[in-house]
């Protein structure tokens, strides 16, 4: 069983920074790609950023220069910084590994269970 945990939501002011945080658990043989996506009420869930297993990231214009993905696969980790927080920054933030179980197992997209993010104007 893998469990993706996402923490560090919360509710700050426009112009604020949050970092979230998601570890995975569990029986896992490697990682590759990580990435945020995030859902805002009434909308379509949305690509926010993603990093490779060598470390190339890329990221939705709307935030581009204000969030920072990155990764720690010492802790199979994955984090976002986000600072210069807008109010249409609004919405539930959920991670995604796509990772391994064993050596010879195919690649699975594993999720968490979203961590909710408010940017009061």
């Known amino acids: 069983q893998v469990q993706l945990v996402e923490s560090g939501g919360g509710l700050v002011q426009a112009g604020g920074s949050l970092r979230l945080s998601c570890a995975a658990s569990g029986s896992i043989f490697s990682i590759n790609a990580m990435g945020w996506f995030r859902q805002a009420p009434g909308k379509q869930r949305e690509l926010v950023a993603t990093?490779?297993?060598?470390?190339?990231?890329d990221y939705a214009d709307s935030v581009k220069g204000r969030f920072t993905i990155s990764r720690d696969d010492a802790k199979s980790t994955v984090y976002l910084q986000m600072n210069s927080l807008k109010p249409e920054d609004t919405a539930v933030y959920y991670c995604?590994?796509?990772?391994?179980?064993?050596?010879?197992?195919?690649?699975?997209?594993?999720w968490g269970q979203g961590t909710q993010v408010t940017v009061s104007s």
């Open positions: 995604t590994m796509k990772l391994k179980r064993s050596r010879f197992g195919g690649q699975l997209d594993y």
């Open positions: 990093v490779t297993s060598s470390g190339t990231t």
